[in-house]
C-alpha cells in the first residue's frame, strides 16, 4: 500500500527528497570492540566487513528493548551505532554495564543528520565510511522506504534533491518504521515490532537478552501486542488516543502525523484485535494496515 499521494503536499509516486533527523552516534573502538558486541547484540557483528550495516536489538538483560539500532563497521577496531536521538545515553549505559575488562571505550556524539528518502533504491552516495574511519551516511536499510541518513554533505553533492521537512515523519509512520521513545520504550518487547527478523541472527551464539527473543520466536513471534499502521481521515488525533472496536478498546495510537486528506498513525495493538474491520479513533473509522 503507497500513501506517497496523500502526504501533505501531495507527491508523485518517483520522489526524493531531504529533511533532517536528529540522532545519536555511539563509538564503540578497540581490540575487543567487535567480540564484545557480537555478545551484546542480536545481529551478527563479527561477520561485518568495514563499511558494512546491519540493523540490531540491543537488550535488557531480561528481553526487553534498550535500543533498535543501526551499526556501521567503521574499521577494524571501531563501530559506530546509530539511534535515535535520545537513545543514545541508554545505549552507553547499557554497553558500559558489561563491559568489565574489555579492550574498547564508548563515546556518543549528538548529530544533526540530512534525512534523504526516496520511492526506490538506487541513489548513489558513494562509500559509507572513508579511509580515516569517518562516517559518512547510514543507510535507511527498510523494505517499504529508501533512503539514508546523511552525516557528510558531501556524499550529495550533486544531486537534484527536493527539501521537504515536512514529509519526513510522516514518511517514517506510513512506512511502519517504530521510533525511540514513541514505539520503543523500556517495557517494549522486540516481538511487538516489524524489526526482529531484520535485526536477528538466529543462528549466532548467546547475547544478552537472546533467551527472551527465542522463546517468542519459537512460539511465531506472538506478541501480546503489535505495531501496526493507522489511517484515517478529519482532525489528526493525539498521541495516546484509544483504539477501539464495539466490543471494547483494542490499542492506542503511538506516532501521529497529518497528511493531505487526514491522517497517519501508527498503533500498539491487541493481539485481539489485529484482524479487526471495525477499528474506531475518536469516533472515526479508521483503517488498519
Known amino acids: 500500500m503507497s500513501l506517497w499521494r496523500s502526504l501533505t503536499p501531495p507527491i508523485q509516486e518517483t520522489f526524493l527528497i531531504r529533511g533532517t533527523r536528529l540522532l545519536d552516534v555511539v563509538t564503540v573502538a578497540g581490540p575487543d570492540a567487535a567480540t564484545y558486541l557480537h555478545g551484546q547484540l542480536s545481529a551478527n557483528i563479527t561477520g561485518l566487513g568495514v563499511g558494512d550495516m546491519a540493523h540490531s536489538l540491543l537488550l535488557q538483560p531480561q528481553g526487553k ?17 546509530v539511534v535515535d536521538r535520545g537513545a543514545g545515553s541508554a545505549v552507553v549505559e547499557r554497553l558500559e554495564r558489561f563491559k568489565l575488562r574489555t579492550r574498547c571505550e564508548i563515546t556518543t556524539e549528538e548529530v544533526e543528520a540530512i534525512a534523504v528518502r526516496a520511492s526506490e533504491d538506487g541513489v548513489e552516495l558513494g562509500e559509507s565510511v572513508v579511509d ?4 559518512r551516511f547510514v543507510p535507511l536499510g527498510w523494505s517499504t522506504l529508501a533512503g539514508a541518513d546523511v552525516l ?18 510522516p514518511l517514517r509512520i506510513a512506512a511502519g518504521i517504530p521510533a525511540h521513545g514513541s514505539e520503543i520504550t523500556e517495557r517494549t518487547i522486540p516481538a511487538e515490532l516489524p524489526v526482529i527478523n531484520m535485526s536477528t541472527d538466529f543462528t549466532k551464539g548467546c547475547y544478552v537478552g537472546q533467551e527472551l527473543v527465542a522463546r517468542m520466536d519459537s512460539r511465531g513471534n506472538n506478541a501480546p501486542r503489535q505495531i501496526r499502521v493507522v489511517i484515517g481521515s478529519g482532525e ?3 498521541v495516546g488516543a484509544p483504539v ?3 466490543e471494547g478498546e483494542i490499542g492506542v495510537l503511538t506516532s501521529v502525523a497529518a497528511v493531505s486528506d487526514g491522517w497517519v498513525a501508527l498503533a500498539s495493538i491487541k493481539r485481539a484485535g489485529l484482524d479487526t474491520t471495525a477499528a474506531v479513533v475518536s469516533g472515526q473509522k479508521v483503517e488498519m494496515a
Open 152 to 169: 557528510d554533505p558531501t556524499a550529495i553533492e550533486g544531486l537534484s534533491i527536493t527539501t521537504a521537512e515536512h514529509l519526513i515523519e
Open 65 to 81: 528493548m534498550v535500543a533498535w539500532c543501526r551499526v556501521v563497521r567503521t574499521g577494524d577496531e571501531s563501530f559506530a551505532i
Open 132 to 135: 580515516d574511519g569517518r562516517l
Open 244 to 246: 477501539a472496536e464495539p
Open 236 to 238: 489528526k488525533p493525539k
